[in-house]
């Protein structure tokens, strides 16, 4: 069947896995598709497996303070959203030129289908985090006429038009310029991507969208409750729609115990967390440097995290506790209001 129909994969990081490689950042002539790859891909494999045609995620992290924000050596500027996603497009429609014989840009189905009938793998462009417009349609027309065919509303990050899956819902659905950014999307022949982003946000997109949509990695949260996953009351939606869920091998968005274990040892880190950065808070000069030398893993237990204006903001939102019912972790604030839990994440599924 799949050498008749093409296979549409909906989501590869590998862009994104270049830029962050330890050994050769960005280098494009370093990590070669045609061997063993260090990560997830590369040309041998994706031929194994068949793959029909990509859509290539140019992904960039929503959150301000990430390190590919940070200035470094190179620049003297701090780049923004709208540069990385930029740099992300480059650096993607680079590595299918670099390998003409496996893959070609595709912007259209027909160029899909053509590339599928020549023996390549049509690769098509998928933005991952809405923050990449920095709310400007016509950012969002750039990057459809750079190449980008999908855009996922949100990544893990809540925007100040639509609410993800992993933070606070504070618009409770798409506002009027996210719905906006929907139409436009269908304007231009643009699919919405309903991955990472809250019930709500997915049940106003499916209101608002007159073409199908697609949920380039999520699965189904009725079999496992992951907030990355898909309610049934949206799946039951999306015949209607005529759109796809795709799933992906995340393994904790399929997999019920290895969720499970995900959880408690984010309920652990939380909690070495706050006893750490009390511990700092009440503690002398001396001795709070002391404390922080002594850390292990000092980036990531670090309390400059709460003192970020953006958790400044949300800081009622970090005393609360924690309790586990029926294998869900749950979240809930002094006055019992119930959250989920925000999972750190290693990659950027
Ligand atoms: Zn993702």
């Known amino acids: 069947m799949l050498r008749t129909t093409p296979l549409v994969d909906g989501h590869n990081d590998l862009p994104w896995r270049i830029r962050e490689d330890t050994l050769h950042s960005n280098d494009l002539e370093a990590y070669s598709l045609t061997v063993r790859a260090p990560g997830m891909t590369d040309l041998p494999r994706m031929k194994q497996g068949m793959v029909g045609a990509q859509f290539w995620s140019v992904y960039e992290p929503g959150e301000p303070d990430a390190s590919t924000y940070k200035r470094n050596g190179k620049v003297t500027g701090t780049p923004g959203y709208a540069r990385v996603q930029?740099?992300?497009?480059?650096?993607?429609?680079?590595?299918?030129?670099?390998?003409?014989?496996?893959?070609?840009?595709?912007?259209?189905?027909?160029?899909?289908r053509k590339a599928f009938r020549e023996g390549r793998i049509g690769s098509l462009l998928g933005m991952e985090g809405g923050h990449a417009i920095e709310n400007s349609l016509e950012a969002l027309r750039a990057y459809y006429d750079l190449g980008a065919r999908y855009m996922t509303l949100t990544h893990n990050v809540t925007l100040d038009w639509a609410d993800a899956a992993l933070d606070s819902a504070v618009h409770h659905g798409l506002t009027p310029f996210g719905r906006e950014v929907v139409?436009?999307?269908?304007?231009?022949?643009?699919?919405?991507?309903?991955?990472?982003?809250?019930?709500?946000?997915?049940?106003?997109?499916?209101?608002?969208?007159?073409?199908?949509?697609?949920?380039?990695?999520?699965?189904?949260?009725?079999l496992v409750n992951h907030p990355r996953n898909v309610p049934d009351s949206i799946l039951r939606r999306v015949p209607k729609n005529g759109g796809v869920v795709m799933v992906p091998f995340v393994v904790s968005f399929v997999n019920r115990a290895v969720k499970a274990y995900e959880d408690s040892l984010a309920a652990e880190e939380k909690v070495l967390k706050a006893r750490t950065c009390r511990l700092e808070a009440t503690a002398s000069a001396p001795r709070?440097?002391?404390?922080?030398?002594?850390r292990p893993h000092r980036a990531r237990t670090s309390c400059r995290w709460r003192r970020s204006r953006r958790h400044r903001k949300r800081s009622r939102w970090h005393h609360h506790h924690y309790r586990r019912t029926r294998g869900r972790f749950e979240v809930s604030d002094a006055a019992g209001r119930a959250g989920e839990a925000r999972l750190d994440?290693?990659?950027?599924?």
Do not use: C, W
């Not at 993607?92 to 496996?102: E, N, V």
């Not at 699919?191 to 019930?199: G, I, M, N, Q």
């Not at 440097?289 to 002594?294: G, M, S």
């Open 183 to 222: 139409r436009e999307m269908n304007r231009m022949g643009m699919l919405v991507d309903l991955a990472h982003v809250s019930p709500a946000v997915m049940s106003n997109a499916l209101d608002v969208s007159e073409a199908p949509v697609i949920f380039s990695h999520s699965a189904s949260r009725e």
């Open 86 to 112: 930029l740099e992300q497009i480059e650096l993607a429609k680079r590595m299918i030129a670099k390998y003409p014989r496996d893959l070609v840009l595709a912007t259209t189905e027909a160029d899909v």
């Open 288 to 294: 709070r440097n002391a404390l922080r030398r002594r």
């Open 345 to 349: 994440r290693s990659g950027p599924s």
